[in-house]
């Protein structure tokens, strides 16, 4: 694991300075999402035929996202986000964060934004 791995801290000095990916699936992410997150689903690119790894880094690069980009990943607890960042390191991914807490951590305070 090459990745670093950030905190809630981290995410909001970089709201609207770094990408933010949603690995979520959709509804979760319409219900809720850290402002300015884009939405890759890694359970979409899991279901998808051929190579889940494949599948998924091409819907980064389908956002723009690129190997030496540095961005945020995050799930609903954080599980999905260390997969999300261990399959992009597979494909020569090296600027990925994973913010661990993810979406459990991020509404536990209530000044934090949230976008719907």
Request: some cysteine.
């Amino acid at each position: 694991m090459a990745y670093e791995v950030v905190d809630a801290t981290y995410v909001l000095e970089n709201l609207g300075k770094m990408p933010l990916v949603d690995v979520r699936p959709e509804a979760m992410y319409e219900e809720g999402r850290i402002p300015g997150a884009i939405s890759i689903q890694l359970m979409k690119a899991k279901e998808a035929e051929g190579d889940t790894a494949t599948v998924f880094v091409d819907e980064f690069a389908g956002h723009g996202l690129q190997p030496s980009d540095e961005f945020i990943v995050y799930c609903y607890n954080g599980g999905l986000a260390h997969e999300a960042c261990d399959l992009l390191e597979s494909k020569g991914y090296t600027g990925q964060k994973c913010y661990e807490g993810s979406w459990v951590d991020w509404i536990t305070d209530e000044s934090r934004p949230i976008e719907h």
